[in-house]
């Protein structure tokens, strides 16, 4: 069985190659510009309920109704993508001698002036719940904006193909 039905692997790789490099741009203009990430502002009452969260969500939404078919794909790659956050929040991994980190306490030159606050990359079992629920989301618009039937029938005829 193809999980990744064609192309769409490529597309996907894409989409979160975009994400990343906006990632790291949003963390550049924020280690040296804002000074403070906005997006760990918590919007409810909850542990992880902040606007990563929010931004985890939308983006598994938007994957969820580009790549309906690819369930399971995505569904593997944000549990993948959150345990990448951990190894990077937990090693020190250093790219042309700093370490890998997007806020953190740092000096003029993005280098590191407390240890203890350094920690920034983190993944978080929260936003798996967080992907996996924008996945449905997607799924489910998509299945409305396609007239409410066309994702069913495909299933379905990929089901009858594959037995």
């Known amino acids: ?13 894409f989409c ?5 490099i906006f ?16 997006l760990e502002n918590n919007f409810a009452e909850c542990q992880g309920c902040d606007y990563w969260a929010v931004t985890h969500f939308a983006f598994f939404t938007f994957l969820g109704f580009m790549f309906p078919q690819n369930l399971l794909l995505l569904t ?23 370490r890998l980190m997007l806020v953190g306490s740092t000096d003029e030159n993005g ?38 039937g066309t994702l069913c029938k495909e299933a379905c005829e990929r089901i009858k193909l594959q037995t």
């Open 1 to 13: 069985m193809n999980i990744l039905y064609g192309d769409s692997k490529i597309k996907i790789l």
């Open 16 to 20: 979160c190659l975009v994400v990343i």
């Open 23 to 38: 990632i790291f741009t949003y963390g550049y203009v924020v280690r040296n510009y804002l000074k403070k990430d906005v």
């Open 76 to 98: 593997i790659f944000g549990i993948l993508w959150e345990f990448i956050e951990t190894l990077i929040g937990t090693r020190e991994i250093k790219l042309s001698g700093r």
């Open 111 to 148: 280098n590191v002036t407390d240890p203890e606050k350094d920690k920034w990359w983190y993944g978080r079992v929260s936003d798996v719940a967080f992907n996996t629920v924008g996945i449905v989301v997607g799924i489910t618009l998509r299945m409305y904006y396609d007239g409410g």
